[in-house]
């Protein structure tokens, strides 16, 4: 596994999203097809003021702000008639560009519900819930397997009435500080994803599911092994409504069982790093490396018990490269198998 190779498929990784909540409309709002030029926003080309099935005024309107009243229309078959929201946006003063065209630093947008009461004469009321997204990143940074820095934050929130369109509560963060090139120089990923869902009756938190990766590539002092030098960690939790069957796993001597609607958490730590600087190095390289540059650690937990975690550390090779006990319970969000070296979401282990 070269450097290059295991950056660009981490980066690729590390952007996989929970959520679903900006793709899935709550009836058939929409966060964008809007766009800005230095700050002035233009809200009719696209999106849904451009929609026969929603009429939009403007409420208020400064730079880098607008404020919409965005009602259902006669037209409209998926809405109540009657229906009326108002959507914010807010962007940066002097920003220019469309929506999802990567030019933006940073964008929120929101719904609240207003329902019309009929009777005499007309009332606006507000509803309880929010339908929001709110979008961060690092523009103009270079991304992937390029050189530079990348920062990017979403965040969605769907309560209330918007419940119906998706997890209540998402969150996807990721972090590229990539080194001089893509085969040398120190590089930093991480990246944390969140959902979880909420109690119909109550309104409370049901079940969760979340992600953290982290992983340093390191630049060794030749080139030597410089394209091997990485270190991954990764957490995967799931809970209540998110865990929906039981299982088991052992690691060590120890065996870890779990029941649908439990909270359980498995963690791995993978490192390949070679402590020779020479090719020959001291003792040839070869007994440092077996005094812990490669090893492998995992620790599986039933959080709903008193239990002990099931952990398990090992200097082979094997364990370094990839988790070596895993289930599918484990996988959260776009994650399909254990992670591994070159790819701590799972998705594309060798």
Request: hydrophobic share 40%; net charge negative; proline share 1%.
């Amino acid at each position: 596994m070269q450097k290059g190779f295991k950056i660009a498929a981490i980066a690729g990784a590390l952007s996989f999203a929970m959520s679903g909540i900006a793709t899935a409309a709550v009836e058939d709002l929409q966060f964008g097809g809007w766009s800005v030029d230095n700050g002035t926003i233009d809200h009719t080309n696209a999106g849904i003021c451009a929609d026969s099935n929603y009429d939009c005024s403007v409420v208020a309107v400064g730079v880098g702000f607008k404020q919409l009243q965005v009602s259902a229309s006669a037209a409209n078959t998926t809405a109540t008639p009657d229906d009326s929201y108002i959507m914010t946006i807010v962007t940066d003063q002097t920003a220019s560009g469309a929506y999802d065209s990567g030019d933006l630093g940073f964008t929120d947008v929101s719904f609240i519900r207003m329902i019309m009461t009929l009777g005499g004469t007309g009332v606006n009321t507000n509803v309880n819930g929010i339908f929001s997204e709110q979008v961060i990143s690092e523009v103009g940074a270079a991304t992937g397997t390029s050189t530079g820095t990348n920062f990017n934050s979403t965040t969605n929130l769907a309560t209330g009435w918007a419940e119906s369109g998706g997890s209540p509560i998402s969150i996807n963060q990721s972090l590229l500080d990539n080194g001089a090139s893509t085969e040398s120089g120190d590089d930093f990923q991480t990246a944390f994803v969140y959902s979880s869902d909420n109690d119909a009756v109550t309104g409370l938190r049901s079940g969760f599911e979340m992600a953290i990766d982290q992983v340093a590539g390191l630049q060794s002092a030749s080139s030597v092994g410089s394209e091997n030098d990485v270190q991954v960690f990764a957490l995967r939790e799931r809970a209540g409504s998110r865990l929906s069957s039981g299982g088991s796993a052992t690691l060590g001597s120890t065996t870890t069982d779990w029941s649908a609607g439990d909270d359980i958490k498995a963690t791995w730590i993978g490192q390949n790093i070679s402590m020779d600087n020479t090719g020959g190095g001291f003792g040839g390289g070869s007994l440092v490396n077996s005094l812990g540059s490669t090893f492998g650690f995992m620790a599986i937990d039933n959080m709903s018990d008193s239990q002990a975690a099931a952990t398990e550390f090992s200097f082979a090779a094997s364990r370094a490269q990839e988790a070596w006990v895993w289930d599918d319970a484990f996988n959260v969000g776009g994650s399909t198998g254990a992670p591994c070296l070159n790819d701590p979401s799972g998705s594309d282990c060798l």
